[in-house]
Every structure is written in structure tokens, then in C-alpha cells.
């Protein structure tokens, strides 16, 4: 740690190589000053830049633009900002990427990273054990644009093996799952995807990368909802694409600079404050949710608990050695089916019931009515979302707090 502090310059960016660890990348990483010397971060608040003449413009829009590096050239923010870059280049540090891309939002990360990779004829594989739009857009919407998708066991890497073809381009997951912990190897279908060259994408929504990098493990491309952890405090919608330049700088940067899902800057400089925190959130979350998920499962009251920390849990020994640490989202099932699942929820005094996950604020969700909600019966029934389903994202209060409140609702 104190070795690399001769290493930096004086106002504060990071080296060329550096091997700063995580927590000081997410502090540090890609600032930039401007003459004025501020500390914290300024907020580009602007939609485009100025030129000194008619001929730099024209050299600077004729250029293929980069996404993530530090010499890019700004010219218009649906594709270009300072704010923006500062982010991308803080998360792709933290990710263990070459390239980061900042979106509007993580379904808007997921549908630009598909369609900017993918055509017409292409063949994707995914488990549907994921994020309830994540699974329609697939269903609903990508299926108009001519490319298919087969459905495989999350947690078989067989399965993905026997379900490629010759027009497989990509496989997608998300590990652990929304909203029942599911945990993918993600080395195992690394090795599947790397044999069968294709997209190997891997929503960490999850576990940021504080807990988990699937890139280092063998993924291709790392999608965010920002939304969640990397805000941490529910303000801001957003998302982002991480992996090789070679994807993200070309048909990538191409994509969004034409189709334009871009983050606003306003976002990005929330989100990268949210970074600093980043790491020390998520130990507590997942220390908050251990203790939850432990005390629901000695519980009569409580039918079956899902959280990757406990023993029963069907992928604890792969989650212990994937991540580090168990994550903050615990789900568990009433015996009384919805009733009992909605008298839970509108009994509770501290939680908020809202679908948002990954905030400083414990939150209860009913999966089967809300954010799987317009998924079909038959869908939920494979997911396992079941109607007496319900799922806490663990927040930073103090743990007795939210376990004296899920408490009293259950009584
Ligand atoms: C919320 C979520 C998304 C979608 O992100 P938005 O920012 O809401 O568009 C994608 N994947 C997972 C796992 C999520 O939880």
C-alpha cells in the first residue's frame, strides 16, 4: 500500500501499471484535475465542447473515438464526457477490464451489448434464473431481431455445453441470481464458452467486484446495473458494459455513439462517489445478511432460506471459493403462499417495501406480483419463483433493527 504512494503523480492520477489494490482504485483511479485543483471530482455538466477552430472539429469528429481511455477526445456527451470517462475508467480498474461503457441504465447495458455483438441469425444461451426484464427482453423483444436464445440449468455447465450450435455467439448469466442466490461456475462455463468461442457475459449486479470479477475468471464482458450497489443509496438509474477494448471501443462505442443509451453526467459522478464507498458497504451487507439469513433459517415461522453464506445452501462451497464475500440480498418462503408473503411485507415498519435492491436501505420485495411479475406462470414456476416468495435486500441499518422489524410482521 505505502510503497505505491511515491508512485503517484502530484495531482493524484494513477500510473501507467500500477497495482493498487481494489479499495484504493475505487478511491483513486482516473482523476483527473482540472486548473482550478478541486479535490473531489467536478461534474462536467455539459452537453458538448467547444473547438478552437472549424479544422479541429472536424479532425475530432472524423476520429474513431475510444471509450474507456485517458487521451479521448470530447465533442458531444451522448457519446463523449469527462464525468462519464471518469467512472468508466474507475470501474474497468475495479473489474480487472480494459474498457468500461457507461449506459443508461443495466437493461439498457444488457440490450446494447447484445445488439451491438449479435445479428441477425445468432444464437444466444442463458439460464432463466435471472432478472425477470432481463428474461423478457430475451423473450419478447430479441426474438424480433432474429436472434434466438435456448434456456439451460444456470448451475450445469453440461447444459450449456449440449445446448450450443453453430450459430451460438453468446452466453449469459448472472451469478448469484435474482432474486433465489443461485450460484453459477462461472470458471466451468468460461472453459465451455472459450471452447466454443463465444461471448461469455456475466451480470455481476450481484456482487460488484468488490465480491466477485467473472473477468479474471474467464468471462468475456462484465454488465452492471449501477442502480444497485455501485450507487448503494437508490438515486440514480444506470448501468455499464466492462471487457476488451476490442469489443467495447469499436462496435460497442459505435453502438451507443449512433443509438445513443448513454449515462447522463449527473449519474456517473453520483456513481463514482458511490465507488469510494463501494467496498466497505459491501462487507456490511453481507455481514448484515448473514445474520439475517441465520436467524430466519433457526426460525419456525420461516419455510425454506436462500443465501449462498449458509450450509444448506445447494452452491455454498463453489460461492465461498467464487466470491469474497456472501452478498446482501437473502430470500425466503412463507408457508401461506402470497397471503402470507403480502401480510409480511405490509407489516413491516423500518423496510421499505420497493423493488429497488442494493441500498443503504433494507428492502422487501414480492418477486411473483413485482419485479417477476410479468413473467409467465409457467416462467416463475422454472425459476422457482414461488408465490410465497419473499426477498430482502439487506441494507446498512443495524442488523437487530431489521431483524426485530421482520420480527414483530411475522408475529
Ligand atoms: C436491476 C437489475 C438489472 C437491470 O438494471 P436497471 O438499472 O434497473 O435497468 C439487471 N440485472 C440485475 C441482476 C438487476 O438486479
Redesign the pocket.
Same mark, same amino acid.
Given at each position: 500500500m505505502s510503497e505505491k504512494s511515491t508512485d503517484v503523480t502530484a495531482n493524484g492520477i494513477q500510473p501507467a501499471g500500477s497495482d493498487w489494490r481494489l479499495e484504493t482504485l475505487a478511491v483513486r483511479e482516473g482523476i483527473e484535475r482540472t486548473g482550478y485543483g478541486e479535490h473531489s471530482e467536478p461534474l462536467f455538466a455539459t452537453s458538448s465542447f467547444v473547438f478552437e477552430s472549424a479544422e479541429e472539429a472536424a479532425r475530432k469528429f472524423s476520429g474513431s473515438g475510444s471509450a474507456g481511455s485517458d487521451e479521448i477526445d470530447y465533442l458531444y456527451s451522448r457519446f463523449s464526457n469527462p464525468t462519464v470517462n471518469h467512472f468508466q475508467q474507475k470501474l474497468a480498474a475495479l473489474e480487472g477490464g480494459e474498457s468500461c461503457i457507461a449506459t443508461a441504465?443495466?437493461?439498457s447495458a444488457?440490450f446494447s451489448t447484445i445488439v451491438a455483438l449479435l445479428h441477425q441469425g445468432d444464437h444466444i444461451v442463458a439460464s432463466k434464473s435471472? #432478472?425477470g426484464?432481463?428474461v423478457n427482453l430475451f423473450e419478447k423483444i430479441l426474438p424480433r431481431l432474429g436472434i434466438s436464445v435456448s434456456w439451460v440449468k444456470l448451475c450445469d455447465p453440461v447444459a450449456w455445453q449440449q445446448a450450443v450450435r453453430q450459430e451460438t455467439r453468446m452466453f449469459f448469466l448472472?451469478t448469484p441470481t435474482?432474486p433465489l442466490t443461485e450460484v453459477a461456475d462461472i470458471a466451468a462455463i468460461a472453459a465451455v464458452a472459450k471452447a466454443t468461442d463465444v461471448h461469455f457475459v456475466v451480470?455481476n449486479? #450481484?456482487c460488484t467486484p468488490a465480491l466477485q470479477r467473472p473477468l479474471e475468471l474467464g468471462a468475456t464482458i462484465v454488465i452492471h446495473?449501477a442502480?444497485?450497489y455501485i450507487d448503494g443509496q437508490g438515486r440514480c438509474?444506470?448501468?455499464a458494459v466492462v471487457g476488451p477494448a476490442s469489443l467495447l471501443d469499436n462496435d460497442l462505442y459505435a453502438f451507443m455513439r449512433s443509438a445513443g443509451p448513454s449515462m447522463s453526467p449527473f449519474n456517473a459522478w453520483v456513481f463514482s462517489k458511490g465507488l469510494e464507498t463501494l467496498s466497505l458497504r459491501m462487507q456490511r451487507h453481507c455481514e448484515n445478511a448473514a445474520a439475517l439469513a441465520s436467524w430466519l433459517d433457526d426460525d419456525p415461522r420461516v419455510g425454506h432460506v436462500y443465501y449462498p453464506g449458509l450450509q444448506s445452501h445447494p452452491q455454498h462451497a463453489l460461492a465461498a471459493q467464487q466470491q469474497s464475500g456472501f452478498g446482501g440480498i437473502v430470500s425466503f418462503e412463507l408457508a401461506g403462499g402470497q397471503s402470507a408473503a403480502w401480510q409480511l411485507i405490509d407489516g413491516v415498519n423500518i423496510l421499505s417495501i420497493t423493488a429497488n435492491?442494493g441500498d443503504s436501505r433494507t428492502t422487501i420485495t414480492h418477486p411473483a406480483t413485482t419485479t417477476h411479475g410479468r413473467m409467465s406462470e409457467a416462467d416463475r414456476d422454472i425459476a422457482n419463483v414461488k408465490p410465497g416468495l419473499v426477498r430482502v435486500s439487506v441494507g446498512l441499518e443495524h442488523v437487530d433493527d431489521i431483524i426485530a422489524d421482520i420480527d414483530q410482521a411475522l408475529k
Open positions: 441504465s443495466g437493461m444488457i435471472m #432478472f426484464s432481463t448472472e435474482n451480470d449486479c #450481484f446495473s442502480t444497485k438509474v444506470g448501468g435492491l
